[in-house]
C-alpha cells in the first residue's frame, strides 16, 4: 500500500524544477515536475492527482523516481520508432494548403 507522506526536497533542486518547468517545451515533464513541488508544499499524493487530472499511482511513480535518479527521472524518455518521411518544409506547405482550403 502507499503512504501519503510528502516528498520533501531541497531549496537547489526546487530551484532546478521551477527553472526546468520554465525551460521545457513539454507539458508532460512540467506536469511531473509541478507534482514534485506540490508535494514539497504538503500536498498529498491524492490532491495532486485530482489537480493534475491524474491517477495517483502515476503521481507516486513520479515522486519515486524523482527521488531516485532526480530531474532526469522526470525527463520523457527516447520512443524508439520510424522517424518521419515528411520533411518539415513540406510540412508547413501542407498545413498552408489545408487552411486555404477551410
Not at 74 to 89: A, V, Y
Amino acid at each position: 500500500m502507499r503512504t501519503n507522506k510528502y516528498l520533501k526536497i531541497d531549496i537547489q533542486s526546487e530551484l532546478e524544477l521551477y527553472k526546468f518547468i520554465e525551460i521545457s517545451n513539454k507539458p508532460r515533464e512540467k506536469r511531473r515536475a509541478m507534482a514534485i513541488l506540490m508535494s514539497n508544499d504538503k500536498k498529498s499524493v491524492p490532491q495532486i492527482a485530482k489537480k493534475l487530472n491524474m491517477n495517483p499511482d502515476t503521481v507516486y511513480d513520479w515522486l519515486i523516481n524523482f527521488t531516485n535518479t532526480g530531474i532526469d527521472g522526470i525527463r520523457d524518455k527516447l520512443i524508439s520508432g520510424r522517424p518521419k518521411k515528411l520533411k518539415i518544409q513540406n510540412e508547413e506547405v501542407i498545413k498552408e494548403v489545408f487552411k486555404k482550403s477551410s
